[in-house]
């Protein structure tokens, strides 16, 4: 049967090991470690909600309403994002960790008070290039020792690098009025 021929040593360890859920001896990764980093993304991740969230409700003048469009899909896309990496914690077995009063120590960017459109959209874009470049080297990290959480961060650094793409383009039609 080839790659697959010990079926019923699958089966064994499947019924040996039920209380690990989806942590199979395939695991080559230090879990612990990918839930402590998961836990910083997710912070992350809802640090970007936040943010995104006040720019929305915040955001004013003429060239709002576009922007805040954008800034509204960016808070949601972040949302999901959280909500996704949350479950990959507690498929590994691990707690997420939504405590408000650690998010700011845990979280790569940071929440401004931005007053104007311009510097709304320069935060974020600041903010998406941290998420870009750190969560590529999570991905990086990951290699082949967790195949799922390193597709997952793959696809999540995908719409972030999209966001700043966004944002880099929201600014330069700024600078262009």
Not at 24 to 51: F, G, H, P, Q
Not at 133 to 157: F, H, P, Q
Not at 161 to 175: R, T
Request: charged share 30%; proline share 1%.
């Amino acid at each position: 049967m080839g790659i697959l021929s010990d079926v019923e040593g699958l089966r064994q360890r499947a019924r040996k090991h039920i209380e690990a859920g989806a942590i199979t001896d395939e695991y080559n990764a230090d879990r612990s470690e990918v839930i402590e980093i998961l836990n910083t993304v997710l912070a992350t991740e809802l640090m970007c909600v936040l943010r995104y969230k006040r720019h929305y409700y915040t955001a004013s003048g003429i060239n709002s309403d576009a922007v805040k469009r954008e800034f509204l899909e960016h808070a949601q896309e972040a949302q999901q994002h959280a909500d996704r990496i949350a479950a990959r914690i507690v498929e590994l077995n691990g707690q997420p960790d939504f405590n408000p009063d650690a998010l700011t120590d845990r979280s790569l960017s940071q929440y401004t008070n931005a007053r104007t459109l311009h510097e709304m959209i320069r935060e974020d874009l600041v903010a998406e290039r941290i998420a870009v470049e750190s969560y590529s080297e999570v991905v990086r990290w990951l290699g082949d020792n967790d195949v799922t959480t390193r597709k997952l961060m793959a696809d999540i650094l995908m719409v972030e690098e999209q966001h700043a793409a966004d944002m880099q383009k929201l600014l330069g039609k700024l600078h262009a009025v």
